[in-house]
């Protein structure tokens, strides 16, 4: 089994394009791997994914949520820490099981004085209230989404997975050439979704020949 942290300084652009494509990825202030996590005491293997966006094409889902949301208004900035972005946070995390991080802040910047990452996030309003928030960090030619969260009252409104959509749209646009979104779990459905957004454009990375690949040859290897 693998795991490993770093706890850099500073990461220029061009360092997240290689910690991502070397399936490092952003926890908190500082950049780890692993292959494995733990449930109650039973271990599954990690497999890190991404998308290449030349390959990439909204799908019917996404158009559908577009429809659906297309009063919302929605911004795409610089992020910088705040309140009100902590509130948001609050009255998600109230809606989902324990365990998850105490608060915003110590997710994304724990004890440092700065980020040192460069985070971006699109933000949703509906009639000028903040009502889900989506934090990415960008490199030169990489994006990684890093936390998406919403007010519980639109669940209805599929935010969470909105966001998803909308920042590998932006970063398409912006001509970057692959999003990360972390990794799914095989055995612990709560990761699937990742699956599903952007399918015919995933690849997974393969550890043990440090190569990424279609993830349709994951799954007719595994079946």
């Given at each position: 089994m693998i795991q490993d942290f770093k706890f850099p300084l500073r990461i220029q652009p061009e360092e997240l394009d290689t910690y991502l494509a070397a399936?490092?990825?952003?926890?908190?202030?500082?950049?780890?791997?692993?292959?494995?996590?733990?449930?109650?005491?039973?271990?599954?293997?990690?497999?890190?994914?991404?998308?290449r966006l030349k390959n990439y094409q909204p799908s019917t889902s996404f158009q559908k949520l577009e429809k659906r949301n297309k009063e919302f208004a929605t911004e795409i900035i610089p992020f910088n820490y705040c309140k009100p972005y902590e509130l948001l946070f609050q009255k998600y995390r109230a809606s989902l099981p324990p365990g998850r991080a105490g608060d915003l802040h110590s997710f994304l910047i724990g004890d440092s004085p700065y980020l040192i990452f460069k985070s971006w996030v699109i933000n949703i309003y509906d009639n000028g209230n903040l009502i889900g928030s989506g934090v990415f960090d960008l490199g030169k030619k990489s994006a990684a989404g890093i936390s998406s969260f919403y007010d519980p009252d639109y669940k209805k409104c599929s935010i969470g997975r909105y966001l998803i959509y909308k920042k590998i749209e932006y970063c398409k646009q912006m001509g970057?050439?692959?999003?990360?979104?972390?990794?799914?779990?095989?055995?612990?459905?709560?990761?699937?979704?990742?699956?599903?957004?952007?399918?015919?454009?995933?690849?997974?990375?393969?550890?043990?020949?440090?190569?990424?690949?279609?993830?349709?040859?994951?799954?007719?290897?595994?079946?």
């Amino acid at each position: 089994m693998i795991q490993d942290f770093k706890f850099p300084l500073r990461i220029q652009p061009e360092e997240l394009d290689t910690y991502l494509a070397a399936g490092w990825y952003r926890m908190g202030q500082c950049v780890f791997t692993t292959d494995f996590v733990e449930r109650d005491g039973v271990y599954f293997k990690t497999i890190w994914l991404r998308n290449r966006l030349k390959n990439y094409q909204p799908s019917t889902s996404f158009q559908k949520l577009e429809k659906r949301n297309k009063e919302f208004a929605t911004e795409i900035i610089p992020f910088n820490y705040c309140k009100p972005y902590e509130l948001l946070f609050q009255k998600y995390r109230a809606s989902l099981p324990p365990g998850r991080a105490g608060d915003l802040h110590s997710f994304l910047i724990g004890d440092s004085p700065y980020l040192i990452f460069k985070s971006w996030v699109i933000n949703i309003y509906d009639n000028g209230n903040l009502i889900g928030s989506g934090v990415f960090d960008l490199g030169k030619k990489s994006a990684a989404g890093i936390s998406s969260f919403y007010d519980p009252d639109y669940k209805k409104c599929s935010i969470g997975r909105y966001l998803i959509y909308k920042k590998i749209e932006y970063c398409k646009q912006m001509g970057y050439d692959y999003f990360y979104p972390g990794y799914f779990v095989p055995g612990i459905k709560a990761f699937d979704y990742k699956l599903d957004i952007g399918k015919e454009s995933l690849e997974y990375y393969d550890m043990d020949k440090d190569q990424w690949k279609p993830l349709s040859q994951f799954v007719l290897k595994n079946q």
